[in-house]
T-cell receptor
Framework: LAKTTQPISMDSYEGQEVNITCSHNNIATNDYITWYQQFPSQGPRFIIQGYKTKVTNEVASLFIPADRKSSTLSLPRVSLSDTAVYYCLVGDIRTYNTDKLIFGTGTRLQVFP | GAVVSQHPSRVICKSGTSVKIECRSLDFQATTMFWYRQFPKQSLMLMATSNEGSKATYEQGVEKDKFLINHASLTLSTLTVTSAHPEDSSFYIC????????????FGQGTRLTVV
């Protein structure tokens, strides 16, 4: 499993765009990048997943450069409710169904009014 | 989306007693479920992989006799904390994935265990 590195914490204000970058230098050809969000006292929930270039859904965008050694989760116009811990994970799509997910430190995002 | 339900959401027990936590996949079958433990301000730590119909696979350093895992059906896995001690107080989270490929992991809401 490719190791990931993220900033421990980030601060932002309501209405701003937040970009959280994750490094995964040892990513393999069949690895996908997935981001999860966790609120206090809750289990994580899926935000977005991608392989290369850009993926966008109703919650966020995921930017992945050509070398795929990093990825950036972009949250547009954050609100107080986006305060959470965000985890970046990398895993082989061929065995994703059964592979265990190993969580790194995650990025603790604090949004201020 | 798929739902994973954990029960109870919080439990308080006395030292020396055992506590069972249930994890159910409500609308899909899961041959594999995962159990995590999370201490305050820390990340999720994988404890074990629960396999339907076979023995669980424990991560290094996790006592299999203390954390009993049973995965009796494709929709239910249980974690029993035996002879609980205050240091076992933690947030326990289960996870499951649907059998279809290329799908995200779904997590239960977690169980807050407090041992007094």
């Amino acid at each position: 499993l490719a190791k990931t590195t993220q900033p421990i914490s980030m601060d932002s204000y309501e209405g701003q765009e937040v970009n959280i970058t994750c490094s995964h230098n040892n990513i393999a050809t069949n690895d996908y990048i997935t981001w999860y969000q966790q609120f206090p006292s809750q289990g994580p929930r899926f935000i977005i997943q991608g392989y290369k270039t850009k993926v966008t859904n109703e919650v966020a965008s995921l930017f992945i450069p050509a070398d795929r050694k990093s990825s950036t989760l972009s949250l547009p116009r954050v609100s107080l409710s986006d305060t959470a811990v965000y985890y970046c994970l990398v895993g082989d799509i061929r065995t994703y169904n059964t592979d265990k997910l190993i969580f790194g430190t995650g990025t603790r995002l604090q949004v201020f009014p | 989306g798929a739902v994973v339900s954990q029960h109870p959401s919080r439990v308080i027990c006395k030292s020396g007693t055992s506590v069972k936590i249930e994890c159910r996949s409500l609308d899909f079958q899961a041959t594999t479920m995962f159990w995590y433990r999370q201490f305050p301000k820390q990340s999720l730590m994988l404890m074990a992989t629960s396999n339907e119909g076979s023995k669980a696979t424990y991560e290094q350093g996790v006592e299999k006799d203390k954390f009993l895992i049973n995965h009796a059906s494709l929709t239910l896995s249980t974690l029993t904390v035996t002879s609980a001690h205050p240091e076992d107080s933690s947030f326990y989270i289960c996870s499951a994935r649907a059998t279809a490929i290329n799908t995200e992991a779904f997590f239960g809401q977690g169980t807050r265990l407090t041992v007094v």
